[in-house]
């Protein structure tokens, strides 16, 4: 089973895969994998332009985990979209000294659920999980995937609303 833990930069992935990796399962990162489909470097906006249809087809599954931003494109027998209130990953951006450009452009998609909206586009509901880091420790949400994994906890999306942040994006 190959299963991918997604969302906007800052939701927590690679935290949370950190915590995985310590619990035994095998991690493999998105950023490890792209490295022949990197068509350009924009360096205005610090972010490398990834092929992504090469990158997704020429994709070889693997049982485990794969997380990054871009994972819920690729063929995956369960897909977790990571998420966290905007007014929160503001600040974990800010945390990380990303210009202003680049955390507004991240929590704009995070307001607007880019990653849950793309997931739906490529995977059935039945195989997603959405879970909220905002107020959530590492320990607990990886325990949480531990349990989608097997089966004993369903699939659910919908319940995040960050309608009510639209203000800090306009
Ligand atoms: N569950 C959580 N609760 C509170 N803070 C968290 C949680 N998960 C991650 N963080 C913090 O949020 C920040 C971003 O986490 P992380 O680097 O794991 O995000 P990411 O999704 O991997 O981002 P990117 O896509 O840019 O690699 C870090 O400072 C991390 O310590
Ligand atoms: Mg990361």
């Known amino acids: 089973m190959m299963i991918c833990i997604s969302g906007i930069p800052g939701t927590g992935k690679s ?6 990796k310590k619990r035994g399962y095998n991690i ?4 490890d994998t792209v490295k022949d489909f990197i068509v350009s470097d924009d360096e205005e906006r610090d972010t490398k332009i990834i092929d992504e249809e090469k990158w997704v087809s020429s994709f070889k599954p693997f049982e485990g985990i794969i997380e990054g931003h871009l994972t819920h494109l690729l063929p995956c027998d369960l897909v977790v979209i ?16 990303y210009s202003q450009e680049k955390v507004m452009e991240n929590v704009e998609a995070e307001a607007l659920d ?53 203000g800090m994006i306009i």
């Not at 935290?15 to 995985?20: G, I, M, N, Q, R």
């Not at 493999?28 to 950023?31: A, D, F, I």
């Not at 990571?82 to 000294?97: A, F, N, T, V």
């Open 15 to 20: 935290t949370l895969a950190d915590e995985l």
């Open 114 to 166: 880019v990653s849950l909206i793309e997931a739906l586009e490529y995977h059935e509901p039945c195989k997603i999980l959405e879970i909220d880091t905002t107020n959530e420790s590492v320990d607990i949400i990886a325990t949480e995937i531990g349990d989608f994994m097997q089966g004993k906890i369903p699939p659910s999306h919908g319940k995040t609303d960050w309608s009510e942040y639209f």
């Open 28 to 31: 493999v990162r998105q950023n």
């Open 82 to 97: 990571l998420r966290c209130r905007p007014d929160i990953l503001k600040e974990r951006l800010q945390h990380r000294g």
